[in-house]
């Protein structure tokens, strides 16, 4: 459905359509009644997850970018549609080496019980940046995600940082990768959030688990 031309319109209209900002979650009970399904975003930190969100969306502030990795360590949460269609949620970044145990700690607790507990969560989108390839944090929280049968897309970023054959390369490890893993879905999904590469098929994607 996804390479549908016309699905792709939809999801394109959609993600044109209102999206708001609706809050933040530094603990599971602030989280936003459960009355929408969700999408929710994972990536190490500056691997570019604000700066997709908001390409993806056509916002420039929708999702706040920071120069100082680590720094936020809360769900965000985004209304998609008007009526309520579906929601995005901006997980905390991980992998910043200087963050202080605690806070690693927090975000692993945040983040695990948000995975397990919540039953309108469709898809999680995990980001790979395409220059660096999948990590040991990046498997971690693969893990995390395979543990609580949380369907996942595995995105790589990036992709106009690096030569056609390399991404090319990348994605084949990737997708060898994402074989072996329960959860993760099998399609690659290389993004560009300068130059679009990506957006459309990310869009379809998104409103194919929201709506499936």
């Known amino acids: 459905m996804t390479d549908d031309p016309d699905f792709v319109e939809t999801a394109r209209?959609?993600?044109?359509?209102?999206?708001?900002?609706?809050k933040s979650a530094p603990d599971l009970k602030f989280l936003p009644d459960p009355v929408a399904n969700e999408v929710a975003f994972a990536g190490r930190s500056n691997v570019g997850k604000s700066s997709l969100i908001n390409a993806l969306t056509n916002r420039n502030g929708l999702a706040r970018t920071?120069?100082?990795?680590?720094?936020?360590?809360?769900?965000?949460?985004?209304d998609v549609g008007e009526p309520l269609r579906f929601r995005l949620v901006d997980m905390p970044g991980y992998g910043f080496a200087e963050a202080p145990k605690d806070v690693v700690?927090?975000?692993?607790?945040?983040?695990?019980?948000?995975?397990?507990?919540?039953?309108?969560?469709?898809?999680?989108?995990?980001?790979?940046?395409?220059?660096?390839?999948?990590?040991?944090?990046?498997?971690?929280?693969?893990?995390?995600?395979?543990?609580?049968?949380?369907?996942?897309?595995?995105?790589?970023?990036k992709a106009d940082k690096i030569k056609a054959s390399a991404l090319t390369e990348v994605m084949q490890r990737t997708a060898e990768a994402a074989r072996k893993r329960?959860?993760?879905?099998?399609?690659?999904?290389?993004?560009?959030?300068?130059?679009?590469?990506?957006l459309p098929e990310l869009r379809a994607a998104i409103l194919d688990a929201v709506t499936d």
Not at 67 to 74: A, D, L, M, V
Not at 141 to 150: C, G, H, K, S, T
């Open 13 to 22: 209209k959609v993600f044109s359509g209102p999206i708001t900002f609706l």
């Open 105 to 157: 700690k927090k975000w692993r607790f945040l983040v695990n019980d948000y995975l397990r507990g919540r039953q309108v969560l469709k898809r999680a989108l995990v980001l790979i940046d395409s220059r660096h390839g999948i990590k040991a944090v990046d498997e971690d929280v693969m893990d995390m995600l395979d543990a609580a049968a949380v369907s996942y897309h595995i995105v790589l970023t």
């Open 66 to 78: 920071s120069n100082t990795p680590g720094r936020t360590q809360e769900l965000n949460f985004f």
């Open 182 to 198: 329960p959860a993760a879905h099998p399609d690659i999904i290389p993004t560009s959030s300068e130059k679009g590469m990506g």
